[in-house]
């Protein structure tokens, strides 16, 4: 299987808001709600920001949020700050022998 | 607290065999799959797998299916990941991660490291 595609590259300036996709298939993005989407900042283990396409984990700040329509998910990063300058990756799960796909990241810059 | 903490950074020569380790700490550790992800230099994360710690039921990514091996020792809380004979391409970081309902992973090892040169 293939990965999900995602952008190479995002970016905004602080303050304003920043959406990143994910497209996959019916096999897994829109077979499932269980997208998810990881930060990984330079040098660092990735951090689950999104689970189950549109749940925040404890402490992850409301200014993330996720959704998705047919094959595409998406995350929105509104309030841009410097610090949400990362990698960000999708994942979903595709109902084969619990099998996940990663999205290839998307670099968000904060200009 | 949760907390997964990773062996630390190896070096090997093609062909030679490793075994990393992850130990998982602050919750039951055979209640929850361990998922191990591949990042190759400057590149992205790659699902390899997940074990479950209670009975060892493994489930692997084709792409590592009979390259690498997943294993568990409950009694000390630590999942591995080995392989037999690593390639010059096996160079990457290694992460292990807390994996929930088969979909997501929650919390992450901090990495491995490994370099397999001549």
């Known amino acids: 299987q293939s990965a999900l595609t995602q952008p190479p590259s995002a970016s905004g300036s602080p303050g304003q808001s920043v959406t990143i996709s994910c497209t996959g298939t019916?096999?897994?993005?829109?077979?499932?709600?269980?997208v998810s989407w990881y930060q990984q900042h330079p040098g660092k283990a990735p951090k689950l920001m999104i689970y189950e396409v549109n749940k925040r984990p404890s402490g992850v700040p409301d200014r993330f949020s996720g959704s998705k329509s047919a094959n595409t998910a998406s995350l929105t990063v509104s309030r841009l700050q410097a610090e949400d300058e990362a990698d960000y990756y999708c994942s979903s799960y595709t109902g084969i022998n619990n099998f996940v796909l990663f999205g290839g990241g998307t670099k968000l810059t904060v200009l | 607290e949760v907390q997964l903490v990773q062996s630390g950074a190896e070096v090997k020569k093609p062909g030679e065999s490793l075994k990393i380790s992850c130990k998982g700490s602050g919750y039951s550790f055979t209640s929850y799959w361990i998922g191990w992800v591949r990042q190759m230099p400057g590149k992205g994360l790659e699902w390899m797998g997940i074990i479950y710690p209670d009975d060892s039921d493994s489930r692997y990514s084709p792409s590592f299916q009979g390259h690498v091996a997943f294993s568990v020792d409950k009694s000390i809380s630590t999942a591995y990941l080995q392989w037999t004979s690593l390639k010059a391409s096996d160079t990457a970081m290694y992460y292990c991660?807390?994996?929930?309902?088969?979909?997501?992973?929650?919390?992450w090892g901090q990495g491995t490291l490994v370099t397999v040169s001549s």
């Open positions: 991660a807390r994996h929930l309902g088969g979909s997501y992973s929650d919390y």
């Open positions: 019916s096999s897994d993005v829109g077979g499932y709600n269980f």
